[in-house]
């Protein structure tokens, strides 16, 4: 854990917040685009397209929907 160091005098303090989704959430094989669940994608697919033509990089578009579905649940709490 790194000790509290204040802001410099003068600079906004910029806070970053945490979001996540359930354990099962497929994040990962979710359209970010659509929404449609690609049942086929595996560990080894790093990128793949999606019926809609949008093409997704895996890491990239489960950070996207993680974001999403984490703004949906906040919003609706």
């Keep these: 854990m790194q000790p509290y160091i204040p802001a410099p005098k003068g600079e906004v303090l910029r806070l970053k917040q945490v979001k996540s989704a359930g354990r ?4 990962s094989k979710t359209c970010s685009s659509c929404g ?24 990239l578009n489960a950070a996207i929907n993680i974001l999403n579905h984490a703004n949906k649940v906040l ?3």
Aim: aromatic letters at 10%; hydrophobic letters at 35%.
């Design 24 to 27: 099962f959430f497929p994040s």
């Design 36 to 59: 449609e669940i690609n049942h086929n994608l595996t560990l080894k697919d790093r990128a793949w397209r999606c019926i809609c033509s949008a093409r997704h990089d895996r890491d």
């Design 75 to 77: 919003t609706a709490a």
